[in-house]
């Protein structure tokens, strides 16, 4: 296998590597973007299933907001925490329950969002005395008596007792208020709390206690998953669009649950040396196995190992694993930025096989920058590499992406077998255009801008046959000890030779890479 086949065949295991290695960062912002579309119809779905006005809505839609933005928030954490609402009106029962794996129980939840601090306030703290209170006036008030305490307790599945009469309904759980209610809310009850140990009053002080430890704006796992903030008037206008069907991206964005402010730098380089990590040792695996392979035959057929070769392959295997956790983390970080239009609009549909040709393309180009720089390689060579690896590069990734469109159930096969073909492909046309483009110069005996160079000095071996010795530098040799032979003599007959005049012609070819001489 010629060496231009060769290097063609690595950087497609060089693409395959970094593909691979980013596709957990592929399904990862799949599924984000899914739980989001998951919540915009989990809204528009609660919604239509409720006869009532958009001012009552808005407080089942909050429910719905909160639970559902927790659940994308876990999906972009790797989470399996995940709330959900019961849909329940039972007396005291909980909006939104959540479920951490961590726990043995669920976390309940209960949503007051009402048009200020104050009625938010009053809701979470009512007791369900003052809820008997308040619906047995209400029923006196239209000339009818409403049932006894005992009943009410039983028919609620409430035990209302000395012990918690005076409690919360929603006593145990923790209490959700709009996001711009909570400070004032907090401040109402340092007041209220102040006034109770003021006035001696036990009960009060207790129950003012519980609901300012458990209030918040935001439902949280306690490990890093958390629900978006809401206010009131955006809860308000979520509902009016749940209702017309008509959540879009714009209102998205205005609520916090647009996937770039969801998604922030820490997530992305989680995601991105993650998959760094699967690139290096998956080129590991592939430069390593091979040689290990070749060390254990020659043990068997030699019954020795080749140190030297065992080193030199240990030092390429490394240098090529830590080139390959560099392409892998690029491409990863690079492909979820361009998801989440942190570079415009333009590139968010963008693929990731796109993104890790590029990578790989420019990381070659540095790295030849530096062997250029270092004086390891000429600019010809520079050149031609840049070229050859474009080549190569852009018809691999062609060939796999018509592979993958013609067997699309076979995805990922079809595109590395595509991208061997696209790859050998490459090198092929490369090689004809390689010679039609030296052929042109030879025959014009142009440099094309540097890029080749035209040698004129005749080769050695013509040189010594014109009569001309070249000069060499003087060359040190030891001496060397010979026995002494005998040998018989020989008789030797002289031969007469005509003197000859010798033509040679000379034409121009290529006698190296990028050069033109005299051949």
């Keep these: ?22 596709l957990p960062s592929q399904e990862w912002i799949n599924s984000v973007e899914k739980a989001i579309e998951n919540f915009k119809s989990s809204v528009i779905d609660r919604a239509s299933s409720k006869n009532i006005s958009t001012d009552m809505l808005q407080g089942f839609t909050a429910e719905t907001f909160h639970a559902e933005t927790f659940n994308i928030n876990a999906v972009i954490n790797d989470s399996q925490s995940r709330a959900f609402v019961p849909d329940s009106n039972k007396f005291g029962s909980p909006d939104i329950l959540l479920r951490n ?10 949503l007051k969002y009402y048009s200020n601090e104050d009625k938010t306030l009053k809701a979470l703290s009512e007791t369900p005395y003052e809820r008997y209170s308040k619906l047995k006036l209400r029923a ?39 996001s711009e209610q909570l400070e004032k809310i907090q401040s109402s009850l340092d007041n209220k709390i102040k006034t109770a140990k003021m006035n001696g009053d036990v009960i009060s002080l207790e129950k003012y206690k519980e609901v300012k430890k458990t209030v918040q704006n935001i439902i949280s796992d306690g490990n890093g998953c958390e629900s978006v903030p809401l206010t009131r008037e955006n809860s308000q206008k979520l509902a009016e669009a749940a209702r017309d069907g008509t959540i879009d991206d714009k209102l998205l964005k205005d609520l916090g649950v647009d996937k770039s402010q969801l998604i922030g730098d820490k997530h992305i380089a989680k995601k991105a040396l993650s998959a760094g990590i699967n690139a290096a040792v998956l080129m590991l695996v592939l430069n390593v196995a091979p040689k290990i392979i070749d060390v254990l035959s020659t043990l068997i057929q030699n019954g020795e190992i080749d140190v030297e070769t065992l080193r030199s392959d240990g030092i390429d295997a490394v240098t090529s694993t830590s080139k390959s956790y560099i392409e892998g983390a690029l491409t ?22 796109v993104v890790g040709s590029v990578v790989v393309l420019t990381m070659s180009l540095i790295l030849d920058s530096i062997k250029l ?6 600019k010809i060579e520079f050149v031609e590499n840049a070229t050859r690896n474009s080549l190569v590069l852009g018809l691999s990734l062609a060939g796999g992406a018509i592979a993958t469109a013609l067997f699309p ?29 030296m052929a042109l110069i030879v025959e014009s005996g142009c440099t094309f801008f540097g890029l080749v ?34 040998e018989p003599d020989t008789v030797t007959i002289d031969k007469i030779e005509y003197e000859k005049i010798g033509i040679k012609v000379l034409h121009r070819g290529v006698i190296e890479v990028g050069k033109i001489g005299y051949i």
Excluded at 340 to 347: D, M, N, S, V, Y
Excluded at 373 to 378: F, M
Excluded at 456 to 484: A, M, R, S, T
């Design 1 to 22: 296998m010629s060496n231009d086949f060769l290097r063609g065949f690595q950087r497609v295991i060089d693409i395959g590597a970094v593909d691979i290695s980013t």
């Design 101 to 110: 794996p961590k726990l043995k129980s669920l976390i309940a939840i209960s």
């Design 140 to 178: 006196e008030s239209k000339g009818t008596v409403y049932k006894p305490l005992n009943k009410f307790s039983k028919e609620n599945g409430r035990n209302i007792s000395r012990k918690n009469i005076n409690k919360s309904i929603y006593y145990g759980q923790n209490k959700l208020v709009p």
């Design 332 to 353: 990863s970080g690079v492909y979820l930025c361009c998801k989440l239009e942190k570079f415009g609009e333009t590139f968010k549909n963008v693929d990731a096989n």
């Design 373 to 378: 720089a270092l004086g390891d390689i000429t």
């Design 409 to 437: 159930e076979l995805a990922f096969i079809a595109s590395l077998l595509g991208s061997l073909i696209g790859s050998a492909v490459g090198v092929l046309i490369y090689k004809c255009l390689d010679r039609c483009f």
């Design 453 to 486: 160079e035209q040698n004129y000095e005749l080769p050695e071996n013509v040189l010594k046959q014109i009569g001309v010795e070249p000069f060499e530098y003087d060359k040190f040799e030891f001496d060397k000890f010979q026995f002494d032979s005998f």
